[in-house]
């Protein structure tokens, strides 16, 4: 098959690298020549958000597919009118894209989500009591787009743009599961994960699997991914954030329609990788056995603080050393701070010991210049 990927960040890198054991061309699509997929794709610059760009781009492909979601996808539509598949469909892509619409869809498919009010850019009355998180209706990405507002001082920043305002949730523990459909209607769910983030950048430092959560936590999710994969009506794979709040109920954050970074420890700590369920998924595959090896984790490795320029890993060598450790570097020839440059991945045989060991190699790894 003719594979056409928007976007040649990371996820299709990896997406890219578990699928060449099978025969199959992958295309990618992205503005920058120095992306990680360039080097281990037919590549093609150009912007995957111009729509004659992308119409050019997938009309000669088996099936177009994304591994960022910011995307034209009326472009994708026009593609689907002319008989091109597109994993997943252009309108649950055009659902989540707009956080407005994605969080009317949880509201009108009964999916629990925080409360929210929706600010539209102009002077009406904004209802909704301090504290509150705002969300820009689109854009946003890895902790940008998003901010919380504590107190009355804090009116200041509120920005006018479209945006969905929501109520805070008293977190307990963030999640998330991944689940898979193809377009046979076969449906398999990853293990949920538990999240770790980093508060100071707001993007996810350690993922944790199996999540230490209750059976009644459980049920709820599983009814939330059931809810989801039945509503949004598409063949794709699906990574649902999630907030468990401290009396116990589980709330949906927000929803990516595609690979995420909190299903990493997978290519490791499961039978198959997300990177194997969503090939699985883009060609009409078997889906692909999804069973979790004792403990796994995930470490982001991100460019440090005051350092942008050519990248260099300080204590790889250490990390090297180490048993059960997994290192999966992007292809990034510049850091800058906050920039995902790779993560290293973790077997354990306890939760104790997994996070031991994240721990650990959190000391000894920096992402310098």
């Known amino acids: ?8 960040g990371q996820l299709g890198r990896m997406f890219i690298q578990e699928a060449l054991k099978y025969d199959d061309e992958f295309y990618v699509l992205d503005p920058n020549p120095e992306c990680s997929c360039a080097n281990i794709s037919h590549f093609t610059r150009g912007d995957f958000n111009d729509y004659d760009t992308v ?110 305002l929501e109520n805070l949730v008293d977190i307990d523990k963030e999640l998330s599961v991944i689940v898979a459909k193809n377009e046979n209607g076969e449906v398999k769910t990853f293990p949920v994960t538990e999240m770790v983030a980093d508060p100071k950048l707001n993007l996810l430092n350690f993922n944790i699997c199996p999540a230490d959560i209750s059976d009644e936590t459980q049920k709820q999710i599983d009814v939330i991914a059931n809810q989801f994969i039945r509503s949004a009506d598409s063949a794709g794979l699906f990574a649902i954030e999630l907030f468990l709040d401290k009396n116990g109920k589980v709330w949906v954050n927000e929803t990516a329609p595609r690979l995420h970074n909190s299903g990493h420890q997978s290519q490791e700590g499961n039978a198959n990788s997300q990177f194997e369920q969503f090939y699985r998924v883009v060609t009409n595959s078997p889906l692909a056995d999804t069973e979790v090896f004792g403990f796994s984790g995930m470490l982001n490795l991100v460019g440090e603080e005051n350092h942008s320029g050519k990248v260099k890993y300080q204590g790889l060598q250490e990390v090297l050393k180490l048993p059960k450790t997994y290192v999966h570097l992007y292809g990034k020839k510049e850091t800058k701070p906050g920039r995902k440059m790779g993560h290293i991945n973790v077997l354990a045989d306890s939760r104790e010991e997994l996070m031991e060991k994240l721990i650990h190699i959190k000391s000894l790894m920096r992402v310098i210049a």
Do not use: C
């Open 1 to 8: 098959m003719k594979i056409g990927i928007l976007g040649g």
């Open 55 to 164: 119409l050019e781009f997938g009309k000669d492909k088996d099936v177009v597919t994304i591994e960022i979601e910011h995307v034209n996808a009326d472009a994708l539509e026009e593609l689907e009118n002319q008989g091109i598949k597109v994993v997943p469909n252009s309108k649950i892509i055009k659902i989540i894209q707009q956080k407005i619409l994605q969080k009317q869809f949880y509201e009108e498919n009964r999916i629990p989500s925080p409360e929210f009010e929706i600010m539209d850019g102009s002077e009406d009355e904004i209802k909704i009591q301090i504290p509150f998180v705002q969300k820009l209706n689109t854009g946003g990405y890895d902790g940008k787009g998003v901010q919380l507002l504590r107190s009355n001082d804090d009116w200041r920043n509120l920005w006018t743009q479209e945006s969905v």
